[in-house]
């Protein structure tokens, strides 16, 4: 299958970890990614102001999309939120789509709000499905204990995502590193959001909320914490050193992101999947899968 | 926090709130605190509560509300939104209240900066040389940025009024 990959803002410029092996496992898989050079941000960072402002930037990304034909497969969960949020508010809501495109008019966009928009695990899972990728696993991850974060936008709000997966038991994610050959570690704080969208109003609030997780994931024992969601990665990878300051523990919790997991498992070499830009270095998990 | 003066209510304030796209659910609340039970910043922050805020706007204690820094504390995880019973989806009504406190010019500054950027550049981070090296060596594509439209698409200030 063929869809438009849409970066966002933060991944092509802080993540390439998680855009290369997005890019290897997809291709690995038969989906075939295609860049589309004008897509921007997704007007998420623009809520808080104006939502109206947030929904014609998105509807512009839709447009073009639509354009080309193709369904959109976002690496960012906010990205993928917005995107979806704003393609069934258009869909939908018939006032709404008319202002919309008198806005759009100004750079020669029209937008009717048909294009689905998928994080790549959840596309992952709808299109190769658990089984197709159990198929396609050449090096299974035995004997590796993954720990998943599924961000709220992934699963949450729920009415834009009937049919999908449930926010209070996931499962998604979950299976689709089980059928990496690994083993999924459960812990208490697996529904806890990760703090990311209050960093920039208060660090001491975020803090405290990833490190519950860090904390219960480095008492499971599990090898990795494994994210879809590159601002999840800045709370849970980004922020750690300065958590295990102030809380005074010795917080060394490996992050990696589901596509570099699955890549080992279709065995690929981990320079190829950018686990050199993986701050903390998943030492323990490669060194079994590797040698 | 000091006793509410009557006299200082707005009662107008509530309809504004649920007039603002997404504040539409805000007057079916019947207070029962689900949204604050199941929040994950109110027991880290005591002055961030979903349902004392709707109390607030209900009441009509709008620069108490507007004019405050707990307002900008939602951390948009949707978890009140999901349980709540009236469906009042408070996540969106936050983004409502917020959007009417930027209309009257109380915002953190780190929102408006981030609205220049994508105005400048179309994305959050400017894209040169440099970024686009480093895609270059691990067989990434260039990114371009495409400003054009976002300049034609938002307007000079940032609530639009």
């Known amino acids: 299958m063929e869809v438009l990959l849409y970066l966002g803002c933060t991944v092509p410029i802080r993540n390439l970890n998680y855009e290369v092996s997005a890019r290897l496992t997809a291709q690995a898989l038969g989906i075939n990614f295609r860049d589309l050079e004008e897509f921007g941000c997704c007007g998420f960072p623009l809520k808080s102001l104006n939502v109206e402002d947030t929904i014609v930037t998105a509807a512009r990304n839709l447009a073009l999309a639509e354009r080309e034909g193709l369904d959109i497969c976002a690496l960012c969960n906010a990205c993928a939120g917005t995107l979806n949020e704003v393609a069934h508010q258009v869909r939908t809501n018939l006032e709404l789509r008319e202002k919309i495109n008198r806005r759009l008019k100004v750079v020669g966009l029209h937008v009717e709000g048909k294009v689905k928009v998928r994080n790549f695990v959840r596309l992952l899972w709808e299109e190769i499905g658990v089984e197709g990728i159990r198929k396609a696993v050449t090096r299974p991850l035995e004997g590796i204990m993954l720990a998943p974060h599924y961000g709220c936008h992934y699963l949450k709000p729920s009415e834009l995502n009937v049919g999908f997966d449930s926010p209070e038991t996931p499962k998604t994610l979950s299976e689709m590193i089980t059928a990496t050959g690994a ?46 969601c590159p601002f999840c990665n800045v709370m849970y990878e980004g922020q750690q050193k300065k958590i295990a300051k102030s809380t005074g523990l010795d917080l060394k919790t490996p992050v990696v992101y589901y596509p570099q997991a699955l890549g080992l498992a279709l065995g690929m070499k981990s320079d190829q999947l950018g686990f050199k830009l993986n701050r903390i270095k998943p030492t323990g998990l490669l060194k079994i899968v590797e040698g | ?112 900066a981030q ?46 009024v």
């Open chain 1, 183 to 228: 083993a999924v570690v459960n812990y208490p704080s697996l529904l806890d959001c990760c703090g990311g969208g209050l960093l920039g109003m208060s660090e001491e609030v975020a803090n405290a909320m990833a490190a519950r997780k860090l904390i219960d994931v480095s008492k499971t024992g599990a090898h990795a914490l494994v994210l879809v």
């Open chain 2, 1 to 112: 926090m000091a006793r509410i003066n009557l006299n200082k209510l707005d009662p107008q304030f509530k309809h504004r709130v649920a007039d603002q796209p997404g504040g539409e659910g805000l007057k079916a609340c019947f207070l029962c605190k689900a949204c604050t039970a199941a929040c994950p910043i109110q027991p880290l922050d005591k002055r961030y509560d979903p349902r004392k805020i709707i109390r607030m706007v209900l009441l009509g204690m709008k620069d108490e509300v507007l004019k405050s820094d707990f307002i900008w504390l939602c951390s948009s995880c949707y978890g009140c939104q999901e349980v709540c019973p009236q469906n009042v989806r408070f996540t969106e009504v936050m983004y409502a209240i917020k959007n009417l406190a930027a209309q009257e010019a109380c915002m953190p500054p780190g929102l408006t």
């Open chain 2, 115 to 160: 609205r220049s950027l994508l105005r400048k550049h179309g994305r959050l981070y400017e894209v040169g040389e440099f970024e686009n090296d480093k895609r270059f060596k691990l067989g990434l594509p260039p990114i371009v940025e495409h400003p054009e439209d976002y300049e034609k698409l938002l307007p000079d200030r940032p609530t639009g």
